[in-house]
């Protein structure tokens, strides 16, 4: 696979201080607002953006993370069966404004599942979705983000991955491409 | 490898401590499952499940009956008591009967030991074991160590005593396979004649005594005398059983350590188990039964993710 960088760490940084923004924007103080990361890897763009907002707002946001496993549509079509992570969201959202969020939305199928795992919680009043990367053009299910990091155009023999300095070693977006013969 | 190495649940005996550490991960998940607001994810909404009870039951029915329904499958119940089994039909003919009418998977008690390998071998579908006479009951024993590692930590080095009728027990066979999986180091304790002669065979300790049982482990784990099981009388009466082997808040007070105590339920009262030791805090006997959907769940969750749709 060929790597290709499409956003670098300084980049990267600049993009979640522009999301925290557009939160504040919309949300204000955030007193009815709680953020909701999908396992695994949307934790930890959450984790990040709360970490930015704290700072910015000084108080804390309510968070919490959401495993969507069982709301999967794909169940019994791998050959490996799928095992949950854990879900801790230890308030009610309850006509809370709602905001889940993700590393890359590719399909739609993981943010359908988000939302029915969801309302297992209960009655949210209103519900946005914050992506990092949005691969547009590739939708299966008429699901759009209200906050996007970035926007990338890919074909679906390829792959994105976001990739954190607590994980991978540095923070950035690779896309992956199959190498062609000639 | 995040898969069961089985096709069926027909014993601990055949599972692999990775599978037993695999349906504790996904057990984890299903009881903040059963915890939340609205219990039921749609995993399962296009399994159907029979429960057929050959052999009367309360608390695994339900349980087994509970878990399926969480996770939206469709739920036939079959009891002997009311059915052509009565009229002479045998279990392959009861069973593929039933299976005609497109059932995924089944989940069975039986008095016969090995009536559930039995059948995994003769049917198209997912089978688990939910007792099968005297020989194994295996998601009692993964509730058990469920609870162990949910009080304690691990299972690992802890040291559990298996008190009462262990030669008519399922519980106890699949309890002893379970735990000596996991590490934990099993003892039993009982009169010399409800103690099977082959135990010492499984690696285990024996111990005639109950104070210096209960002086040895961490967790009691108390059974049931199993009258109905029992073709000739195994002790004097019921009132000397119980004095010799039945759980006082008196032993446990005079015990060094605090100890967890543990019964699969149902508890006879007065007999190996006193009232005030069953509803004390050391006690972790209605634990040990939410503890059994969670673990229900986990293991109809990972056989029905080996069943393929075309």
Not at chain 1, 11 to 34: A, G, M, P, W
Not at chain 2, 42 to 59: G, H, K, M, Q, V
Request: glycine share 6%; proline share 3%; with cysteine.
């Amino acid at each position: 696979m060929e790597r290709q960088v499409i956003l670098n760490s300084e980049h990267f940084e600049l993009t979640i201080k522009r999301l925290c923004y557009q939160l504040i924007e919309n949300h204000n103080d955030f007193s009815n607002t709680v953020l909701i990361g999908l396992q695994p890897r949307g934790i930890n763009v959450l984790t990040r953006i709360k970490e930015h907002l704290e700072s910015i707002l000084g108080k804390e946001v309510l968070c919490g993370d959401l495993d969507i496993t069982f709301f999967r549509d794909d169940f019994r079509r791998r050959e490996i069966p799928l095992i949950p992570s854990a879900t801790n969201i230890d308030f009610v959202i309850e006509n809370k404004n709602v905001v889940i969020i993700d590393d890359v939305l590719y399909t739609g199928r993981t943010i359908r599942s988000g939302l029915d795992a969801l309302l297992a919680f209960g009655r949210p009043d209103q519900v946005e979705l914050l992506v990092m990367i949005d691969r547009r053009f590739q939708r299966d299910l008429p699901i759009q983000a209200d906050y996007i990091g970035k926007m990338v155009d890919t074909l679906i023999s390829e792959r994105v991955s976001v990739e954190w300095k607590e994980i991978e070693g540095e923070d950035k977006v690779v896309l992956f491409t199959p190498e062609t013969n000639g | 490898m995040d898969k069961l190495s089985v096709e069926h649940l027909t014993g601990i005996e055949h599972l692999t401590k990775n599978d037993i550490d695999l349906i504790f991960k996904t057990a984890d998940a299903f009881k903040e499952v059963i915890n939340r607001p609205i219990k039921k994810v749609p995993s399962l909404r296009d399994i159907t499940i029979a429960n057929l009870f050959f052999e009367n039951s309360t608390r695994t029915r339900l349980s087994f009956e509970l878990a399926e329904k969480r996770m939206s499958a469709d739920v036939v119940n079959f009891s002997a008591a009311s059915s052509s089994v009565k009229k002479g039909e045998t279990l392959i003919d009861t069973v593929n009967n039933i299976l005609s009418m497109k059932v995924d998977m089944v989940v069975m008690r039986h008095p016969n030991p090995g009536a559930a390998k039995f059948l995994s071998e003769r049917i198209d579908a997912k089978v688990i074991n939910a007792g099968d006479g005297t020989h194994e009951h295996p998601t009692q024993a993964l509730l058990d160590a469920y609870s162990i590692r949910e009080q304690l930590g691990e299972v690992k080095g802890k040291k559990v005593v298996i008190v009462g009728d262990i030669l008519h027990s399922r519980v106890a066979l699949s309890n002893i396979y379970c735990l000596q999986k996991l590490g934990a180091e099993v003892m039993v304790c009982g009169p010399t004649t409800l103690i099977p002669k082959y135990i010492s065979g499984l690696g285990i300790k024996v111990e005639h005594n109950l104070k210096k049982a209960l002086e040895w482990c961490d967790v009691a784990n108390m059974l049931r005398i199993q009258l109905e099981r029992q073709d000739m009388k195994y002790f004097p009466s019921l009132r000397e059983y119980s004095m010799q082997y039945g759980l006082t808040k008196k032993i446990l007070d005079t015990l060094s350590k605090k100890i967890i105590v543990m019964h699969p339920g149902p508890i006879n009262r007065g007999v190996e188990i006193t009232s005030d030791v069953a509803d004390s805090d050391q006690a972790i006997i209605l634990q040990q039964v939410e503890n059994g959907v969670a673990i229900r769940m986990a293991v109809i969750y990972l056989l029905a993710s080996q069943i393929k749709r075309q």
